[in-house]
């Protein structure tokens, strides 16, 4: 299996160039040169499988066995999965009136992100170790990327990890969470400035390529191809539980509601659906909206600022994956999928083509919901289900709340992204109390430490100079 641009202007790689490249050269993506469709009797096979055996099953097809022996991977990905809480790693929790959840957030942080970096930090510390090399990390965070990054590689010495957060724009328990590690390998940034704001001196330090080569620089955001693969199990766990028999011809169709921030759990859907998967796909976003108007309208681009929601992960407004489903959806046009990414780089707006425009929104559904809906949704979902709520799974579920479904045949799922308790403040405004597990009431008496980044400041040259002084200090302990 070989990875391609969504740009076009570059050589394929493999899945090794693929995890450690993030970004491709020519500023574009990086997607499977082809994606399988999957016959009925491989997916009657896969319906009894675990969530571990479906992405050991995935990642044997998209991971050429030459990179990663077949056994080496089921241990690899074994390892990355011994610390989740659940059992079943995921697990699907059904309600009343037709509402099932499935749960992402029972590892390490409470964040589905635990479920694709734990295998990322596996498949790290597979390639560095035999190449004896070492990374630096790069990346920008709305509220759970970066602890769950973290978690996968603190104190591993190959590898030293550079978060960038917005101060005051997560939960306390998110931030708690990444400023609390202080091993040494992990170096923390408290910004002055919002998800998309961030994300400007990290494209700037790839973007210098002789920079880039010399301190070996890699992101963990799901620009990075290794974390939409493991995320695709998702959707396949999700439809073996939630149909009755995939026996039938045709198979019967789930639709799966999924919180959408930078459109990693989205892309992922779309990928599982290209494989043959009989999925329709819902995206819902906060008021933080551009996914939900690029897919209805075609109209993809930037508000005038940010807008701070209970939603807090999903507060972004440059979703870096749409141009991944642009890809997909466009039947893998590079050069139109480069021409519309520059243009909205330059002017932060462009007008989709009408025939991707009408292709998305006849293939995906969405709907932008309201922190007083969020709030709602909670309040109701814990009224009839006694069942909690994070801000972000409540935008999934407050869309099957509004939208009933008239179709008895079709199941649906809701996307649990992260666990109610992260988020204590959004269970407040909906009148209700919240048990804290120990472990996290415990980070706000623990040491923390963090640098800041205010504005006015080069955040790209503050950045340049940390990963200078680190790569020193390194080196003179292996003198």
Not at 56 to 75: G, Y
Request: hydrophobic residues 40%; glycine residues 6%; contains cysteine.
């Amino acid at each position: 299996m070989k990875y391609i641009s969504t740009r076009g202007g570059t050589e394929s790689v493999d899945f090794e160039g693929a995890l450690f490249s993030g970004y491709a050269r020519d500023g574009g993506l990086l997607m499977p040169q082809q994606i399988p469709l999957l016959d009925d009797i491989t997916l009657q096979k896969w319906s009894t499988f675990s969530y571990v055996e479906l992405v050991k099953e995935l990642c044997s097809i998209f991971i050429s066995p030459e990179l990663i022996p077949k056994s080496e991977l089921s241990d690899l990905l074994d390892r990355a999965f011994s610390r989740f809480r659940h059992k079943d790693v995921v697990h699907l929790s059904r309600l009343k009136n037709g509402l099932n959840v499935l749960e992402l957030w029972h590892g390490a942080t409470y964040a589905f992100k635990d479920l694709s970096l734990s295998c990322v930090g596996q498949f790290l510390q597979y390639f560095l170790k035999k190449k004896k090399q070492h990374v630096t990390i790069l990346v920008g965070t709305s509220g759970d990327t970066g602890s769950s990054a973290i978690e996968s590689v603190r104190g591993q010495h190959n590898m030293d990890i550079f978060v960038l957060l917005p101060h005051g724009l997560c939960s306390q328990v998110q931030e708690l969470q990444m400023t609390t590690v202080i091993e040494d390998n992990v170096h923390v940034f408290l910004t002055e400035g919002n998800s998309d704001e961030i994300d400007e001196p990290i494209k700037e330090l790839f973007a210098d390529k002789d920079f880039s080569k010399k301190h070996n620089l890699m992101s963990l955001n799901s620009i990075n191809w290794s974390r939409i693969l493991v995320q695709i199990a998702h959707f396949f766990y999700a439809y073996f539980r939630c149909v009755s028999s995939v026996d039938a011809t045709p198979l019967p169709t789930v639709e799966i509601i999924i919180p959408t921030g930078g459109g990693g759990n989205l892309t992922a859907g779309c990928i599982a659906q290209k494989m043959g998967l009989p999925i329709q796909l819902v995206a819902v976003v906060n008021a933080n909206d551009i996914v939900h108007r690029a897919i209805q309208r075609g109209d993809f681009s930037v508000s005038s600022s940010v807008r701070p929601t209970l939603a807090s992960a999903m507060d972004i407004q440059e979703p870096y994956n749409l141009e991944r489903i642009f890809w997909l959806f466009s039947g893998s046009d590079s050069n139109m999928v480069k021409s519309l990414m520059e243009q909205f780089n330059t002017n932060k707006r462009v007008k989709l083509p009408p025939a991707l425009q009408k292709k998305l929104s006849e293939d995906l559904k969405s709907c932008s919901v309201s922190d007083e809906e969020i709030v709602q949704t909670i309040r109701r979902c814990w009224e009839e289900n006694q069942y909690l709520l994070c801000p972000h799974t409540a935008v999934a579920v407050c869309y099957h709340y509004k939208n009933p479904n008239c179709y008895p045949s079709v199941s649906r799922c809701c996307l649990a992204p992260a666990s109610p308790a992260k988020f204590e403040a959004a269970v407040h405004k909906a009148d209700l109390t919240l048990d804290v597990s120990s472990d996290l009431s415990m980070l706000k008496s623990m040491e923390t430490r963090s640098r800041s980044l205010r504005r006015g400041e080069e955040w790209a040259k503050v950045l340049r100079h940390q990963i200078e002084a680190v790569a020193k200090q390194r080196a003179k302990h292996l003198q």
